[in-house]
């Protein structure tokens, strides 16, 4: 008999899939890992149970404890997964542009969800960060994992997520492409990777046009959510990262629309986001059949279907172009 003990036993061990019709006209073998298949439905279930773990070992979270985190939702849902299987009160604090699917999803699971106003600076008392501090100190064991400052979610990264990808590709991997949100995965994996390949692997940071991370003097809002930000986060190691690409809202979206109807993957658009930063690069260096890409897509296009799937929404956001491109034929 093979018996899990329990849904968060299943945590990791994310498949590698090639991409075989997004890729045209490239040379390199282009392979995904697929986080959604974690059970929360993205990879922030590998920093979730890590973070709670060393809290636990170290005091601040125990018996009656109340988890308060600032999070885009996959975090929250992470955290709450756990949360409710070890017994602690769970609370979201979000911000208003995060989809309705995303916070009923945080509720299912048993979680608070608390909104607070996006495009305002993370020292403003009404910034999700703000709420979630305050939060956090006043209520009795209340306790912030702050995953932009924790060093357990790029830790998880290093001893899971960078391991896995090793192990799959036999240490043949050359490149790897990540989206930048705290920078946990870039951080963790990508150091890993460069470890066990004596630094052959090239890391490639993923960001969305407007974020930080590709042109810290032009900021603007952008669409994509869970990756991009507006000030560096404190566990994100630059030195780790030996490229970025900046990727446009509609590109990314378009290859987010591609990625389901022509790979079979329903992914969010931080996913289509890397995969099309990974082309770009792949593109502007004609990167040969030795090359081995691996792009990590971090959660399921569930939690958009009333944003990037939904035709109207496209439409009124800009992205008619992508609509009539990517839009089943009607009879
Ligand atoms: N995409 C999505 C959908 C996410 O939720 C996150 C995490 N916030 C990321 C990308 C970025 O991952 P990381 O925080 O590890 O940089």
């Known amino acids: 008999m093979t018996i899990h003990n329990g849904i968060t036993a299943l945590i990791g061990d994310t498949p590698l899939v090639r991409l075989n019709h ?40 125990g018996p009656g404890g109340v988890i308060v985190e600032p999070t885009s939702g996959n975090t929250g849902v992470g955290l709450a997964l756990v949360a409710q299987q070890r017994g602690y009160r769970m609370i979201a604090v979000v911000q208003d542009k995060v989809s309705q699917d995303k916070r009923d999803v945080l509720a299912a699971y048993g979680a608070e969800v608390v909104v607070a106003p996006g495009g305002v600076a993370p020292d403003d008392p009404r910034s999700y960060y703000s709420v979630a501090r305050r939060l956090a100190a006043t209520i009795p064991g209340g306790y912030m994992p702050n995953q932009y400052a924790n060093p357990n979610g ?40 460069h470890e066990a390949s004596g630094g052959r692997v090239t890391v490639i940071g993923a ?25 560096v986060p404190a566990i994100y190691d630059p030195s780790v990262v030996d490229a970025i690409e900046a990727v446009p809202d509609a590109e990314s979206f378009e290859m987010t629309r591609r990625l389901a109807r022509e790979e079979g993957l329903l992914v969010g658009g931080s996913s289509g986001m890397a995969v099309a930063a990974a082309l770009r690069y792949a593109r502007a ?41 990517t839009s089943a034929p009607s009879l």
């Open 285 to 325: 260096r004609d990167l040969g059949p030795d090359a081995l890409m691996v792009v990590l897509l971090p959660d399921s296009g569930r939690g958009y279907m009333s944003k990037i799937f939904n035709d109207d929404w496209m439409r009124e956001h800009g992205f008619a172009d992508v609509v009539a491109r």
């Open 22 to 61: 997004v890729t045209d006209g490239i040379r390199a073998t282009i392979a995904v890992k697929v986080e959604y298949l974690n059970p929360g439905g993205s990879s922030k279930d590998r920093i979730a149970e890590r973070i709670i773990d060393a809290a636990e070992r170290s005091g601040e979270l």
């Open 207 to 231: 960001d969305p046009e407007g974020s930080v991370f590709s042109d810290p003097d032009h900021t603007h809002p952008f669409l994509v959510e869970g990756a991009g930000k507006e000030d």
């Open 154 to 193: 790029p830790e998880s990264h290093y001893l899971t997520t960078g391991p896995e990808i090793w192990r799959a590709t036999d240490g043949h991997v050359t490149h790897f492409v990540a989206g930048i949100g705290t920078g946990g995965t870039i951080t963790g994996a990508g150091r890993y990777l």
